[in-house]
C-alpha cells in the first residue's frame, strides 16, 4: 500500500450500501481500510460481522474486523430490515461463509486502541447505528481530540427520516447512542438524508458495472436487483439511494458537498424518537451538516473507482 493514504475505520452492519462503501473504501487508492467493526441494524450482530468478514475476502484484502454491540443502549432492538437488505443481508445472495475470524478485542476498544496508537490519523465512519462509537466514547473519551474527524451517514435535518416521519434508520436503530456522538466534544460531519437521497443509481449503473468489474460489480448487480425493488415499491424511485458508499466518499472528497453548522440533538421522546434536530443547547459543538451534494460527481467517483479498482 503506497504512504499517504487516509487511514479509515468503518463501522458498519452490512447492508447492500454498506457494501458499497466498504468495497469504495478497499479499492480507493486514497484510502486504508485499517479495520470494520460490526454492529447489529440491517442485519442482526453475528450476520454483520460474517458479512464485513465476506467483503473483505471478496476485496482480497486482510482487514480486521471486530465485531461490537448487538443491541441499543436503552430502548429495545428494533426488527432487522430485510426486507430493504434480505435475509442474509445482501439481498437475495445465499449467506458465504468467510475463513477469517474476527478479532478477540471488541469493536469499542477496538476503535480507542487503533485511534490512540495512530493519533491524528484515523478518520472514523460509522454508516450503522452508533452505539459502538457510544461504548467507544465512554471506554476513552480522549478519543473525540485523537481521531482526525467521525464522518457518520445518520439522520436527515431537514429531511426529515425514512423509516418513519422523523428519523432516519440508523439514528433510530439506537438513538440514545447517537446523542451521546452529539453530545461529545468532537466535530461531527453528517451525511444525511438530506444529500444522501439525492444521490440515486439505477440497475443499469450496476450491470454496466458487472461488465467491466465482474467480480464486485456483479456481486452488486445482484445484490441491488433486491434493493432496487425495495426503493420501486416503498419508495416510489426506479434505482437505490447511495448512503453509505457517498459517506466514505465524503471522507476524501469533502468540497464535493456544502455544509451548514448547527449543534444537533437527537430526540428521545416516544412519539418523535429518533429526529435529528437542531439543538438549542449552548454547550454543544456545531456538527458539520451537508445539506448538498455534486450529484454526478460523487457517482463517477464510486463506478470509476469500483471498475478500475479490482
Ligand atoms: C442507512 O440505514 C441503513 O439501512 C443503510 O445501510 C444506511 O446506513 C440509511 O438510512
Ligand atoms: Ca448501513
Redesign the pocket.
Given at each position: 500500500k503506497r504512504m499517504n493514504k487516509q487511514k479509515i475505520i468503518i463501522d458498519?452492519?452490512p447492508?447492500i450500501?454498506?457494501a458499497m462503501a466498504v468495497f469504495f473504501a478497499g479499492l480507493s487508492e486514497k484510502l486504508d481500510l485499517v479495520a470494520m467493526t460490526s454492529v447489529f441494524?440491517?442485519v442482526t450482530l453475528d450476520i454483520a460481522t460474517r458479512n464485513a468478514m465476506v467483503l473483505a475476502e471478496i476485496l482480497n484484502q486482510n482487514v480486521p474486523v471486530s465485531e461490537g454491540f448487538s443491541k441499543p443502549l436503552v430502548q429495545r432492538p428494533n426488527p432487522v430490515s430485510d426486507y430493504v437488505h434480505g435475509k442474509e443481508g445482501f439481498g437475495d445472495i445465499p449467506a458465504r461463509f468467510p475463513k477469517a475470524k474476527p478479532t478477540s478485542v471488541p469493536a469499542d476498544k477496538y476503535i480507542c486502541d487503533l485511534i490512540n496508537a495512530n493519533i491524528g490519523e484515523i478518520i472514523l465512519c460509522p454508516?450503522?447505528p452508533l452505539t459502538n462509537i457510544a461504548m467507544a466514547l465512554r471506554h476513552d473519551p480522549t478519543i473525540t481530540s485523537k481521531v482526525k474527524s467521525i464522518i457518520i451517514?445518520g439522520g436527515g435535518v431537514f429531511s426529515g427520516g425514512n423509516v418513519t416521519e422523523f428519523a432516519e434508520a440508523?439514528i433510530w436503530n439506537d438513538p440514545h447512542a447517537a446523542d451521546e456522538v452529539f453530545a461529545a466534544d468532537w466535530e461531527v460531519t453528517v451525511i444525511g438524508l438530506d444529500v444522501t437521497q439525492k444521490v440515486v443509481c439505477a440497475h443499469s449503473d450496476f450491470s454496466k458495472l458487472a461488465n467491466k468489474a465482474p467480480v464486485i460489480g456483479g456481486f452488486l448487480a445482484q445484490a441491488t436487483d433486491f434493493y432496487i425493488k425495495f426503493y420501486k415499491e416503498a419508495v416510489g424511485i426506479n434505482g437505490c439511494q447511495m448512503?453509505?458508499p457517498i459517506t466514505v466518499i465524503a471522507t476524501i472528497y469533502p468540497d464535493l458537498f456544502t455544509y451548514e453548522y448547527h449543534p444537533i440533538e437527537v430526540c428521545l421522546e416516544p412519539s418523535r424518537i429518533g429526529e435529528t434536530m437542531i439543538s438549542k443547547d449552548k454547550k454543544r459543538r456545531f456538527a458539520k451538516i451537508a445539506v448538498d451534494v455534486d450529484i454526478d460527481a460523487v457517482k463517477k467517483i464510486f463506478f470509476d473507482t469500483i471498475e478500475t479498482g479490482f
Open positions: 458498519t452492519d447492508g450500501d454498506d441494524g440491517n454508516v450503522g451517514m440508523n448512503h453509505d
